[in-house]
């Protein structure tokens, strides 16, 4: 279950929200998240070497690159669970490197992060752990909270799994669950990380919609790093593609399959 290291825990448990009603969202045309830079090793491997990226306010951008080219890295750094070793990261108007563990934690409050892996809390049941936030950063009363995880449930097609543990849920269903869970504040910002790996194709056209949906509803900015075009095709306004440790190209997926760089006409035109 919790595949990610153990040390990113605390920093999950500290995400959450504040009331639905109070949320900022994102208010001003200023850009989402702007990176500058931004360089990341680790011991002699660089991952990251010197992205520079601007999503804007009510984008979404699809992240794409082969298996191991630092896109789960990228987003634990924007949401400020790794460190870099240089550049600038930029959460609505807020530089991120520099900001002091409570000030992270505000910030966080305004950002919704799915795992590539879930990382449900494996001792609490579906319903405790989409409830989690809304129980510890809003004032809802039970009933509201009660109302909302089955709405949020429901918006994944997951409604009836309410009292299972996670250990009792394919990878698929995790997957679901963590987006749920990532939507429960209504972020202003959300990073999702390979949303619809290992979803069958009616699931990931429902993820899709879904991920479509609140960000026409809520105007949220989003980062969705995925394997699969089609759903890119789907969801981003804009594509980045990272190589070698930087972003080869930014652009609609209409740009990218016309490009004349071969790595990345290739990679367009792969099945998956
Ligand atoms: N905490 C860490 N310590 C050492 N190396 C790491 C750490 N986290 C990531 N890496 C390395 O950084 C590189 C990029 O990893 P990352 O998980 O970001 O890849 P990815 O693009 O998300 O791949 P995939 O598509 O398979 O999920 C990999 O070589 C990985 O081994
Ligand atoms: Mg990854």
Redo the contacts with the bound molecule.
């Keep these: 279950m919790m595949h990610v290291?153990r040390e990113v825990l605390p920093a999950v448990e500290e995400r959450g929200a504040i009331a639905p009603e109070e949320m900022p969202g994102v208010m001003s045309d200023a850009p989402a998240v702007v990176l500058r830079g931004l360089r990341k090793s680790?011991?002699s491997?660089t991952?990251l070497d010197g992205i520079d990226l601007t999503v804007k306010s009510g984008e979404t951008l699809a992240m794409l690159?082969?298996?191991?080219?630092?896109?789960?890295?990228?987003l634990?750094l924007i949401i400020g669970l790794?460190k870099p070793d240089s550049g600038s990261i930029c959460v609505q108007e807020q530089e991120v490197t520099h900001l002091e563990l409570d000030a992270m934690n505000e910030l966080r409050k305004r950002m919704g992060f799915l795992f590539?892996h879930a990382a449900l809390y494996d001792s609490l049941t579906v319903e405790q752990n989409i409830a989690f936030p809304l129980k510890r950063h809003t004032k809802m009363t039970e009933g509201e909270r009660s109302d909302r995880v089955k709405e949020l449930l429901a918006s994944v097609g997951m409604e009836g799994d309410l009292k299972k543990m996670p250990s009792d849920l394919s990878g698929g269903m995790q997957k679901r669950v963590g987006l749920a869970r990532a939507l429960a504040l209504k972020p202003g910002v959300l990073l999702l990380?390979?949303p619809t790996a290992g979803l069958d194709p009616i699931t990931s056209g429902e993820i899709n919609d879904l991920i479509l949906k609140v960000q026409e509803e809520h105007d949220m900015a989003s980062i969705v790093?995925t394997?699969d075009l089609h759903s890119a095709k789907t969801i981003a306004d804009r594509i980045a593609l990272?190589h070698e440790g930087n972003v080869l190209i930014e652009g609609t997926f209409k740009e990218l399959e016309q490009s004349d760089n071969k790595f990345v006409s290739e990679f367009m035109k792969r099945d998956s």
């Design positions: 290291g680790f011991g491997q991952v690159g082969r298996s191991g080219t630092g896109k789960s890295v990228l634990k790794q590539q990380d390979e790093v394997h990272l």
